[in-house]
């Protein structure tokens, strides 16, 4: 089947506009990721989704950082007012978690936002 | 605060050399470990895991607990090994990664 689906591939945008990322999880995945991939700062956790529980949105760098998952299976990024620092390659993940400790996570192929 | 230690951001090799990829953690809690891999122009996807204890295309990894490390390892690298590789451990709760920075093996003919 079809795996994670991430749109669009590529945005780039001009500082202080809004921008919106999606993410469209495997079907049947309870469990939803963003991560964040910058030059020189890796990979890191913004915010998870598990099924109808109230998402952890410890790793969200700021205010103007937002997602929301819709029917517990779509999920979109919003970046308002866009910031040079957020640009980076955003990665959406999902997972079907069960009773047992094994979580593979299965990555979408990211969205390279470009703030100009 | 969690924290994953990946000390080489590059490790050149030849192939059929044996190769250790770092990887030490700080971690409250008993985190499930994992490596993820990243070869060119594809996703991040699952190299292993812990707790299975497998080997996947001869790779491995053991969890020294004393050391909080989880070196990945290999006998006999191959030019395929090549790619940017990932420790992770994951949260028991929320069960999101926290990744290390990194480490691009090259695998030289």
């Known amino acids: 089947g079809a795996g994670v689906s991430q749109s669009p591939s590529n945005k780039v945008t001009e500082k202080g506009k809004d921008v919106e990322l999606r993410c469209d999880p495997i079907?049947?995945?309870?469990?939803l990721y963003w991560y964040r991939q910058s030059l020189g700062q890796g990979l890191e956790f913004l915010i998870y989704f598990q099924g109808n529980s109230a998402p952890d949105k410890s790793g969200l760098p700021s205010d103007r950082f937002s997602a929301e998952r819709t029917g517990g299976s779509v999920s979109t990024l919003t970046i308002q007012r866009t910031q040079q620092e957020d640009s980076a390659v955003y990665l959406c993940?999902?997972?079907?978690?069960?009773?047992?400790?094994?979580?593979?996570?299965?990555f979408g192929p990211g969205t390279r936002l470009t703030v100009l | 605060a969690q924290r994953v230690t990946q000390p080489e951001k590059l490790l050149s090799v030849f192939k059929g050399a044996p190769v250790e990829l770092k990887c030490n953690y700080s971690y409250s809690g008993s985190p499930e470990l994992f490596w993820y891999v990243q070869y060119s122009r594809q996703r991040l996807q699952l190299l292993l895991r812990h707790i299975s204890r497998e080997s996947i295309k001869g790779f491995t990894a053991d969890l020294n607990k004393g050391e909080t490390s989880f070196h990945l390892k290999k006998p006999f690298a191959q030019e395929e090994d090549s790619a940017m590789y990932y420790c992770a451990p994951s949260d028991t709760g929320r069960r999101a990664l926290t990744f290390g920075s990194g480490t691009r093996l090259q695998v030289q003919p």
């Open positions: 079907s049947g995945h309870t469990a």
């Open positions: 993940a999902s997972s079907l978690l069960t009773g047992s400790s094994y979580n593979e996570q299965f």
